[in-house]
């Protein structure tokens, strides 16, 4: 904005600088008043109020500066970030820090409660493979610490010595920090293997049942720990390779329980 000097001011070059500089200010302040008001230039005025609901509390008009609060026990659940299911609000950090939703296994670790764990299979599965895969039902979840293991296995091959059956506990992401298990049950007679000190140490049966009423068995025992925390799962597959599909078949389960 450009400045005319009034009609008659008689002023040193000086002192007509101070004045333009003052009236420039004098704009600027205008200017930045009018960038904070409303657009219909009306003023904010003390009569307005900040209000609150619960759970806060304060507010008031703007005679004043005013502090807002949360109200003592005024965070209820509903307020909450909503949590995964079947897990619990808890710090199992072992120092200072904010509250994670934590799974059975891990509430149970922190409680210093050694329970049991245990998954079955819901329905029969088929293979015509000989690369061990993980079951997508006899997976369990644990922590650090020692368990006891315990399984239940049921398969049969369609056709008499073309398929078999094999089985390992490497599957999942847990970190087995030593292992001692075996095998024992009925193929097509009394079978047992020696005991295993590798997770990875497949058992297996080239020769196993046909009917899928009467199927072969047999049952897993062993101690496990370890080292970290993750999953724990079963894979299986055909001893050989064969179009003749295995079954391994549902109400098979495996249980761990945690000891130390």
């Given at each position: ?24 200010l004098e704009h600027q302040s205008l200017d ?102 993980n079951d997508a039902d006899l997976q369990l ?120």
């Amino acid at each position: 904005m450009s400045l005319v000097k009034p009609i008659g001011l008689k002023a040193r070059p000086s002192e007509w600088d101070a004045w333009q500089e003052q009236h420039a200010l004098e704009h600027q302040s205008l200017d930045a008043l009018t960038a904070v008001l409303p657009v219909n230039g009306t003023p904010v005025t003390t009569a307005r109020q900040i209000n609150t609901t619960a759970p806060l509390a304060g507010g008031g008009d703007l005679s004043a500066d005013r502090t807002l609060s949360v109200n003592n026990n005024g965070v209820t659940n509903a307020l909450l970030s909503q949590m995964a299911a079947n897990t619990v609000k808890g710090n199992n950090t072992g120092g200072t820090a904010n509250a994670v939703d934590l799974t059975v296994a891990q509430t149970l670790a922190l409680l210093g409660v050694f329970g049991k764990v245990s998954a079955f299979k819901t329905g029969d599965t088929t293979s015509t493979s000989t690369t061990l895969t993980n079951d997508a039902d006899l997976q369990l979840t644990v922590v650090t610490g020692t368990y006891n293991l315990e399984a239940f296995l049921a398969f049969y091959e369609a056709v008499l010595g073309t398929g078999g059956f094999q089985f390992d506990l490497a599957g999942g992401s847990a970190t087995v920090g030593s292992i001692l298990w075996g095998a024992d049950g009925y193929v097509t007679a009394v079978a047992g293997n020696p005991a295993a000190t590798a997770a990875n140490t497949a058992q297996s049966y080239g020769t196993v049942a046909t009917a899928s009423t009467a199927p072969s068995w047999v049952k897993v025992q062993g101690q496990v720990t370890f080292s970290s925390g993750g999953t724990f799962i079963l894979r299986w597959a055909q001893a050989s390779a064969s179009a003749n599909a295995t079954t391994f078949k549902a109400k098979s389960l495996m249980t761990l329980e945690r000891v130390a």
